[in-house]
């Protein structure tokens, strides 16, 4: 699918950090995919600083998984590098209980 700007938003933001949260249909691969050489957070790059955090919602069989990422790098050329911030995995999946 690519990055959709629309499910990007601002958890919380102080002294020049950002927390965000960000849902798609898109998995882990792709969110840390270079992306054409920009990376899956290129269009977003006005946003972004080093350091901010960034937790996403994924679809993973049949439930949602929470991955918190760290933006490592922002080049006003375009390019986004993000990384896992939980120990270089990605958390196990998180399934919810039937109401």
């Given at each position: 699918m690519g990055f959709?700007?629309?499910?990007?938003?601002?958890?919380?933001?102080?002294n020049g950090f950002t927390l965000w949260h960000y849902r798609t249909a898109d998995?882990?691969?792709?969110?840390?995919?270079?992306?054409?050489?920009k990376g899956y957070f290129a269009a977003a790059d006005e946003l972004l600083r080093p350091g901010d955090q960034i937790?996403?919602?994924?679809?993973?069989?049949?439930?949602?998984?929470?991955?918190?990422?760290?933006?490592?790098?922002?080049?006003?050329?375009?390019?986004?590098?993000v990384e896992p911030i939980d120990s270089g995995a990605f958390m196990p999946l998180v399934r919810r209980a039937a109401a």
């Open positions: 959709d700007s629309a499910e990007l938003s601002a958890l919380a933001y102080a998995t882990d691969a792709d969110l840390l995919s270079p992306g054409a050489g937790i996403a919602n994924l679809p993973r069989a049949g439930g949602t998984v929470v991955v918190n990422l760290m933006v490592t790098a922002v080049d006003a050329a375009g390019p986004v590098a």
